[in-house]
């Protein structure tokens, strides 16, 4: 098992910017992805951004060029910076590890907040 600790949720006004990081502890494994997805009020968890150990990556089309997945695979870490933020991206922005050992096994973060300002 993993456990996914986020960081660098809070409040900004509409056109800023947010730095969300993700510390992972336990088992590294070859074999995996790390992303953010998010949750709005009364609406499903939809995916942000993801990116792979070998540093491939993918986003959802509402967040191309303005948002930016890396991770530093020594650290076990993923970060997202989210520029020119717009007040519907207000939500709970989830950090997620997919990884392989045998099978897929998926472990999710906790959660933090983004509250986007109009």
């Known amino acids: 098992q993993v456990q996914l600790v986020e960081s660098g949720g809070g409040l900004v006004q509409a056109g800023g910017s947010l730095r969300l990081s993700c510390a992972a502890s336990?088992?590294?494994?070859?074999?995996?992805?790390m992303g953010w997805y998010r949750q709005a009020p009364e609406k499903q968890r939809e995916l942000v951004a993801v990116?792979?150990?070998?540093?491939?990556?993918n986003y959802a089309d509402s967040v191309k060029g303005r948002f930016t997945i890396s991770r530093d695979n020594a650290k076990n870490t993923v970060s997202l910076q989210m520029n020119n933020l717009k007040p519907e991206e207000t939500a709970v922005y989830y950090c997620n590890k997919k990884y392989w050992n045998g099978n897929w096994y998926t472990d999710w973060g906790q959660g933090t907040q983004v509250t986007v300002s109009s």
């Open positions: 336990g088992s590294i494994f070859s074999i995996d992805t």
């Open positions: 990116i792979t150990s070998g540093g491939s990556s």
